[in-house]
């Protein structure tokens, strides 16, 4: 994922064309997609396909144009992407005519078309208290956040709510023979790096380091879906290699039930993931039956396919993700 100016010009260049009663710009703005999806703060404001949100917007366009005229003031914009797919965030203040500025929300999933980002989906709302909306005061800063969990006791890092987590084994494949052949300073300088990389995305996916076996990790996250995008982008940053030198991660990752204690998991669990990792090749990602399940399709996968794992009873049915 990385920051896409070229997204918040997107969505400057339709703000200003309501600002400026330019549909045209809008129109080119919206994906011809079947799928593509705009849902607004009315309650019939819920249409589908390049057509209807054309013919509609387009009423609404002319209808708001009679009062006057309409003013979006964006306060913050917000673009990512990654390869033909960007996601957008947007608040500010919009006002029709002669009326008072009000709050408002918009996000954006945008797609490639050739040259151009067109918005596959589009939601606009106003903003209202949770008072209003619920009946109830309800936590929205991060510092009310603090004050009201301070008193309760944290679940282990990686750890679920519910007392699951996914663990996931990564290991070097053929270590010792690349040990020898770079010799050990730069054996040395190839782990740093590859340790800099299991850690870094580690945190990013909001997983935890639980410790280092020699040229490889055990890491635990809270869900199997932020573990299965984590251990593909560790495998993405690998691909390529250090200085030139393959560097192949095998994996493995099981999801289930495990004891916490000084910072470490212990318990079949544990022990399912890392027999799963011992059975990959470099380049793999091999998860258990419970990750693939957790996992819901999110993800390609291919398999089944069954192993017999060392120590334990019994067959297990392993799927890999794909991720090239």
Known sequence: MEPAPELVAFVERLLLAWTTFDYELISDGIARHPGTRFIGPDPDEWWEGFEQINAVARAQFHEMKELGGIGFEADEVVAWKEGTVGWIAVRGRVSFGQSDPQEFRMTFVVHADGAFWRAVHWHFSFTVTNEEAVG???????????????????????????????????????????????????????????????????????????????????????????????????????????????????????????????????????????????????????????VQEDLNGAYPLDGPRTLSLKGLSGIYTVFELTWT
């Open 136 to 290: 109830l005061e309800l936590t929205t800063a991060v510092d009310q956040l603090l004050l009201v969990v301070q008193d309760l006791a944290p679940p282990a890092a990686g750890m679920s709510a519910d007392g699951s987590v996914t663990i996931m084994f990564t290991d070097l494949e053929g270590s010792t023979a690349l040990m020898e052949s770079l010799g050990e300073d730069r054996w040395l300088e190839l782990l740093e790096w590859h340790d800099s990389v299991i850690k870094q995305h580690t945190t990013v996916f909001g997983g935890t380091v639980v410790k280092g076996q020699g040229d490889g990790f055990m890491l635990a996250f809270p869900a199997a879906g932020s573990a299965a995008a984590c251990a593909m982008a560790i495998q993405r940053s690998l691909r390529d290699g250090w200085a030139g030198v393959p560097v192949p991660a095998r994996m493995g990752l099981h999801t289930g039930n495990a004891r916490a204690e000084g910072g470490d998991f212990f318990g079949r669990t544990v022990v399912v993931a890392a027999r799963i990792s011992s059975m990959a090749n470099g380049g793999d990602i091999l998860l258990s039956q419970e």
